[in-house]
C-alpha cells in the first residue's frame, strides 16, 4: 500500500528565509506526486504535481519540488517565504492509473515568523 | 476560472440522522472524489466516481453511500450520522489520470 511521511509536523521559518518542507513516499511504481497547501477551514489548493519527466516541478506562488527516486522523496521548497504564506501543506501520491483517491501525509504546519 | 461547488457549505444533523453532500465538478471534469477530513487530520478518501461508474473505493462506511449522475454531479449520502463523523468533506474533480481540484468542503457537525 502506498504511504506519506511528512517528518515535520510544524515548521517555523521567518518572513523572507527559504523554505524547504519535507516528504517521503513509500509506492512500488513511479508515483504521481502532489504539493496541496489549505489555510483554516478552506479547501486544499494544488501547489504543482510531478508526473514524469524533468524532476525538478515548478508550481504557483513561487514554489518548486524535486522528486528523487533514490531517496524516495518530494520536497518543497521556496527560496522567501512570505507571511501569506502561512498555512498547512500535505504531500500526497497517486496512482495515476485512474480515478483512484489520493493518500495524504499528515500534514506539515509552517508558521511564519515576522 | 470555474472551481469545484459544494454544498450545502456547513451542515448540522443530530446523531442517527441523514445527510445528503453535492458536488458539482468543474466543466468537462469526469471524475469526482470524496474524501473526509476529521479535526486536525490529513484527508482520507472515500470514493471516486468515473463517467458515472464507481472507479475507486477507500475508507467509506458502509452508512454512506455515493453516487455520479448524467450531469456529472455527485452526491454523498449519510445515514445513522454518528458523532464521530462531524469533519470536513471535500469533492475533488479531475479529467481522468490528471490532477485533482478540490472544492471548498462542507463542515458537516453532528450533534
Known amino acids: 500500500a502506498q504511504s506519506v511521511t511528512q517528518p515535520d509536523i510544524h515548521i517555523t521559518v521567518s518572513e523572507g528565509a527559504s523554505l524547504e518542507l519535507r516528504c517521503n513516499y513509500s509506492y512500488g511504481a513511479t508515483p504521481y506526486l502532489f504539493w496541496y497547501v489549505q489555510s483554516p477551514g478552506q479547501g486544499l489548493q494544488l501547489l504543482l504535481k510531478?508526473?514524469?519527466?524533468?524532476?525538478l516541478v515548478q508550481g504557483i506562488k513561487g514554489f518548486e519540488a524535486e522528486f528523487k527516486r533514490s531517496q524516495s522523496s518530494f520536497n518543497l521548497r521556496k527560496p522567501s517565504v512570505h507571511w501569506s504564506d502561512a498555512a498547512e501543506y500535505f504531500c500526497?501520491?497517486?496512482?495515476?492509473?485512474?480515478?483512484?483517491?489520493?493518500?495524504f501525509g499528515k500534514g506539515t504546519h509552517l508558521i511564519i515568523q515576522p | 476560472a470555474a472551481g469545484v461547488i459544494q454544498s450545502p457549505r456547513h451542515l448540522i444533523k443530530e446523531k442517527r440522522e441523514t445527510a445528503t453532500l453535492k458536488c458539482y465538478p468543474i466543466p468537462r471534469h469526469d471524475t469526482v472524489y470524496w474524501y473526509q477530513q476529521g479535526p486536525g487530520q490529513d484527508p482520507q478518501f472515500l470514493i471516486s466516481?468515473?463517467?458515472?461508474?464507481?472507479?475507486d473505493k477507500g475508507s467509506i462506511p458502509d452508512r454512506f453511500s455515493a453516487q455520479q449522475f448524467s450531469d456529472y454531479h455527485s452526491e454523498l449520502n449519510m445515514s445513522s450520522l454518528e458523532l464521530g463523523d462531524s469533519a470536513l468533506y471535500f469533492c475533488a474533480s479531475s479529467i481522468r489520470l490528471n490532477e485533482q481540484y478540490f472544492g471548498p468542503g462542507t463542515r458537516l457537525t453532528v450533534t
Open positions: 500526497a501520491v497517486g496512482d495515476g492509473g485512474g480515478a483512484d483517491g489520493l493518500t
Open positions: 510531478y508526473f514524469s519527466g524533468d524532476t
Open positions: 466516481f468515473y463517467e458515472k461508474m464507481q472507479s
